[in-house]
């Protein structure tokens, strides 16, 4: 039973991420499932050893991760397509949960993405050559059921920002 509950969880983050900060959510998840949402809960909890609402933040927390690892949504895009209601939520659950800002983890992602890239890899202007990363389908996968994901966007080029224009001899 917690492995149907982990996967609805899934399914919803990829597919209606609002649905999960709505009340609609326990609903759903008994109707799904035939069962009192309290008792869900208990069973989800006792079983994890977290509650089904922590869980969800966990969930949705490791999702914003993933977006701001790899993609170049703003930060408030990112709170969005997650289905957070602003993006102070976002920022609260993510630094009680990481322990740093969404702004500041993107941040620290780039950095070490920068410092373990040689130079090899960029041509002069800075595009990465050879990309084989697989983008922000590794953040969320595609539901079997076929139904749409988050819009998905490439990885940034993180020396974006360390050249404001190429040099010219």
């Not at 209606?16 to 869900?40: D, I, K, M, N, T």
């Amino acid at each position: 039973m917690v492995a149907q509950i982990k996967e609805i969880i899934a399914h919803l983050l990829a597919t209606e991420p609002a649905v999960l900060r709505s009340g609609h959510f326990s609903r759903q998840l008994s109707e799904q499932l035939q069962r009192r949402f309290a008792y869900l809960s208990d069973v989800f909890s006792a079983t994890e050893g977290l509650s089904l609402e922590h869980f969800i933040i966990r969930q949705r927390v490791e999702a914003a991760q993933c977006l701001l690892r790899e993609g170049t949504l703003p930060v408030g895009r990112v709170a969005r397509e997650l289905g957070y209601s602003n993006l102070g939520h976002l920022s609260r659950q993510f630094q009680r949960e990481t322990g740093t800002s969404p702004t500041e983890y993107r941040r620290q992602c780039l950095a070490t993405v920068v410092s373990q890239l040689s130079a090899e890899e960029y041509n002069d202007f800075g595009n990465r050559v050879n990309y084989t990363g697989s983008g922000w389908q590794s953040c969320i996968t595609r539901p079997a059921n076929g139904s749409k994901p988050i819009t998905y966007h490439h990885p940034p080029n993180p020396l974006s920002h360390a050249r404001s224009k190429p040099i010219i001899a």
